[in-house]
Nanobody, 119 residues
Framework: QVQLVESGGGLVQAGGSLRLSCAAS????????MGWYRQAPGKQRELVAV???????DYADSVKGRFTISRDNAKNTVYLQMNSLKPEDTAVYYC?????????????WGQGTQVTVSS
């Protein structure tokens, strides 16, 4: 198992930046995939960015070129740097960890952090 604690959300004007952090309770070397998802009111949760083993990354088309996912192995922390924020980026952002075992993949979630972008 792993516990995830997010931080860094807040209120920012359009065009501004925020950096989200996700601290894991175990070495992120032991986690197959870490990523960020978001959920806006009335919408389904969607993938924003993911980092797989070997530091391979992937992004939603809507954030490519604006958001960057990165990791600090020594701190067991994954970050989401968000630049050029738009009002449509407003959502609760969730950190996700996926761990594969003989029983299949298991997903773990943080509590979420609110990001609000004003126009």
């Amino acid at each position: 198992q792993v516990q995830l604690v997010e931080s860094g959300g807040g209120l920012v004007q359009a065009g501004g930046s925020l950096r989200l952090s996700c601290a894991a309770s175990r070495s992120i070397f032991t986690i197959n995939t870490m990523g960020w998802y978001r959920q806006a009111p009335g919408k389904q949760r969607e993938l924003v960015a993911v980092m797989r083993s070997g530091s391979l990354t992937d992004y939603a088309d809507s954030v490519k070129g604006r958001f960057t996912i990165s990791r600090d192995n020594a701190k067991n922390t994954v970050y989401l740097q968000m630049n050029s924020l738009k009002p449509e980026d407003t959502a609760v952002y969730y950190c996700n960890a996926r761990i594969h075992s003989a029983y299949g993949p298991s997903d773990y979630w943080g509590q979420g952090t609110q990001v609000t972008v004003s126009s």
